[in-house]
């Protein structure tokens, strides 16, 4: 479980834009206009579960997702923070953090399977990322 056979999953690839690297993870940025939500991703080949870490791996990631989850809420405040790591279509492990408001389309239900994914058009793309990036550095 290192990071010298690390390959993101081709789903995640798809996707998602990358925002920045961490000293663990990616940090991508879900393509869907309806929600900041933001997917970590240990650069840890062969992980499911987070217990599937090392215990200094899974302390850098709990940082890492406060760290994100913290640079998520300034860009784009919100109600609530959704975090969690289900990988049941993705195996590799992966942490969403989703941003959700009251007035979003699948509240107070999961983000996951409602309506179709609305992409960012390039200039508000653009502007989050940037936002993002400076937030996380």
Known sequence: MSNDDFELDARLKADTQHVTSL???EVLLMNDARYP???LVP???GCVEIFDLPDDARNALWQEIQHAAVALREVAPC???NIGALGNIVRQLHVHIVAR???DAAWPGPVWGNGRAEVYGDEALQALMQRLQQKLL
Do not use: V
Request: charged content about 35%; glycine content about 0%.
């Open 43 to 45: 650069r840890r080949a």
């Open 23 to 25: 000293p663990l993870c």
């Open 101 to 103: 408001n009251e007035c």
């Open 79 to 81: 109600d609530k923070l």
């Open 37 to 39: 939500w933001l997917i």
